[in-house]
């Protein structure tokens, strides 16, 4: 009979390999099978299931080859490489006067610093729009064109530009986050030996400072461009109005009229993009031998003094950071409570688009939300799948964790640890095209669950698994191993060692590792966008109904809700956390 760990490994084993593993087998089948849509579009007899190689060849080698593949291809590049390099300029530039000089608001600028990250991508985009939009484009005025009298070109409200800045000011937290620690870890001794031979401050910073923290600079450029090329919310909104296909959306267009074989071969075209990214970061860190700065008798930090810019550079930065945060949140509000869109009197203001009942004359009839049975359901479907995905995230994370750590060097070890971290590399229209092809008809790897809850808790933790486990990890690594072996000599069962001793031990781990689920979750658009049913709304998805069919103060009003939803759940773990850890304090003391 197996022990209790080998029988944990055994299915740990065979459940990322049934949540990762095989989905991605059965896309790359159903990129080379027949489906029935082929049929009705195509005017073939064809065999459903049957091999062919029809969909490659009409991707890659057609008369549509340049629009459906080609076009996008080289848009979603061109606005990775924009957002890569706003991601590393602002989240860099914020990293550095934080953490190497002595501007002025330093804790208010880290505070505030992760705060546009609380948004969704997509409610940037329609505060974008909410800021930019003009009649000349055949929208209502927006709060530029009222200011100011200033129409704003098309590309500036629709495109490419809009797209890679909004994504952009989303993105660049993780920029400052990454860069700011590899900074604040940097032995000034190295920038003063430099300083010594005759180096100037900037050639200092190019010679020295950006070579030593390169590898934090290619993880940053690596996770924001498979973050753009797989955001969906942000391209529609911003790019489907003019016809502006990404790779993302042209995989959604695909589906929905029925070319899924076609929109699995772009979703596998995503996939290598991410991946040849990974092989990219990998070769240019491996090309040195070490980037150690943080040696055994310890270092110190220089702070370069700005002087008379102490002061204007750190209410620049609040002001920026107000801006890319606060800003659009007050934008959607103010939208919301317009009767109609262009008229910004005060005699235009109404909370009919919160609790209105419908009337005919507005929004073709539709309630506000907070009336809307459908939207009721959608934010209890969000809520109990946020908290749902990240209980069992944080738990499998924890699991993961422990199996890794204690198998440290195995094969098996390795396998789980890779392949629990293979989801952060899928960008998430890909992997919600994934789910589709599995669990879509269903077949023998899977039952169909189209349109069910269930099949949104699986691709949740599929593709949310990565944060819990990474946070699982390191939390396990920190346990002495002692601890349980002391338990085990006395006898006690490995179910009781896990839950008297290791996940108390653990447990801010897997709060943190929910936590980051549940956030992410609820204003997930991308991952969802292709599995949602009417059967199963959720509030990021309706939002962007709302967008489509051109009811924008409803939508407005939704995405604002859905920010309070997931800000007022984050606080409450929060003060149930530091609730909880007082009480152990006291019992500690007591």
Known sequence: ?????????????????YLILVPLAAVVRSSVTWHPGDVRLHGVE?????????????VFASALTRNLLVLPLLRTLAVAAGVVVMVLAMGGGLAWLVTRTDVAFQRAIAALATLPYMLPSWALAMA???????QGVGAPAGFVEFLTGWQAPEWVVYGGVPIAITLGLHYFPFGYLFLSAALRHLDAELEESADMLGLGRWQVLRAVTVPLVRPAVLSV????????????????????????HVMSTQIYALTLTGREGQ????????????????????????????????GGKGGRSRRIRLGRWRVPLGVGALAFLLMAGILPLGLLTW?????NLGDFSPDNLTLHHWMGAGTPGINDGQPGILRNPQNLVAIWNSVRLGLLGGAICGILGLLVGYVVVRGR???????????SFVPMLIPSIAFGAVYLAVFGRGGWVAPALYGTFTLLVLVTVGKQLPYAARAGISAQMQVARELEDAAAVLNVPWYRRWAHILFPLTRPAFLAGALIVFMTTVRELSLYVLLVSPRTPLMAAQAYWYTEVGFRQLADAFTVLLVLVVLVVTAATALVERRSRRLRLAGETG
Do not use: D, K
């Open 1 to 17: 009979m197996l022990a209790p760990r080998a029988l944990l490994t055994v299915a740990l084993v065979a459940l990322l390999t």
């Open 46 to 58: 064809v065999e459903v299931g049957a091999p062919t190689t029809y969909h490659w060849t009409r």
């Open 128 to 134: 974008w729009l909410a800021v930019f939009r003009n």
């Open 221 to 244: 450029a690596l996770l924001a461009f498979a973050r753009a090329i797989g955001t969906f919310g942000t391209p529609a909104i911003l790019g489907l109005p003019v016809r502006f």
């Open 263 to 294: 929109a699995y071969v772009l979703a596998l075209v995503l996939m290598a993009l991410a991946a040849c990214g990974l092989l990219v970061n990998v070769r240019m860190v491996g090309t040195r031998r070490s980037y150690a700065t943080v």
């Open 335 to 339: 939208s919301s409570l317009m009767r």
């Open 409 to 419: 060097g195995g094969v098996v070890a390795q396998f789980l640890e890779q392949t």
